[in-house]
């Protein structure tokens, strides 16, 4: 059954993602329909058994790119954000994808912490929102490249860009995002640390996993910081927010792709 609402979900994605602009109406709809199938697939996938779930590398994928897909349409009821629908909807298409090849493991969840939910829930929220930011930052550099450009080039990505915000509203939203996801992202780390004394009898678990994570909230920290005591913008605030985000790509998909593809190993 999950087979289904993937490959249908995917479907949906990648005509979205060719749709002109002028079918607006028609692309509100069909993403909505493809998130609602993408999100039922990705709970039966995950939450499909009874007292387990299984995660991987690609579920973690997965549910991050399904709210991005739901944050682009909230977002584009206010904003026109539809060059970011020319960047979310193929990667949510691969990203869905990936998780029929690689279903990732079943983990029990016979005597785990009943918090052990919420910290997997609270981590997944992080990543996403933080992951919806990155491609906000990536549509801002597009956007700031065209207007320095000074061009009007007719390409896959013009139009759109074209009919984007202005700069200042389009980094107003970003940093929205950021604070958002540095929150979660705090709140995953400090739950992280409670389980990891529960489990491991130590504070904290110096793996490749927390190592990353931690890298990565110095990076926001220090962007948030900067942006709030030294009014950092630009090209500097977009730097700061693909390298967190690639170190926490780095934590959270990357270690799971190398456990579970190039090691074959279970969750860890």
Known sequence: MQTSLLFAAIALYLLCAVLPSRRA???SGLTAAAWLL???GLWSEVAGGAGTIRIGFAAMLSSALWVSVGAYWIENQNFSLDGMR???MPNAALAAALQLGFPGSVIPLEGKSPLFGWHIAIATLAYSTLTVAAFHAV????QEKRLHAGTDSKSFMSGP???LPALLTMEKLLFRMIGIGFALLSLTVLSGIVFSEQLFGQALKWDHKSVFTLMSWVLFAALLAGRRFR???GKTALSFTLAGFATLLLAYV???FVFEVVL???WA
């Open 38 to 40: 993408h999100g039922a």
């Open 86 to 88: 020319r960047l979310v």
């Open 139 to 142: 549509l801002m550099a597009l």
């Open 254 to 256: 990357g270690s799971r």
């Open 231 to 233: 009014g950092w913008r």
């Open 25 to 27: 109406v028609l692309i």
């Open 264 to 266: 074959h190993k279970g």
């Open 161 to 163: 860009l074209d009919r």
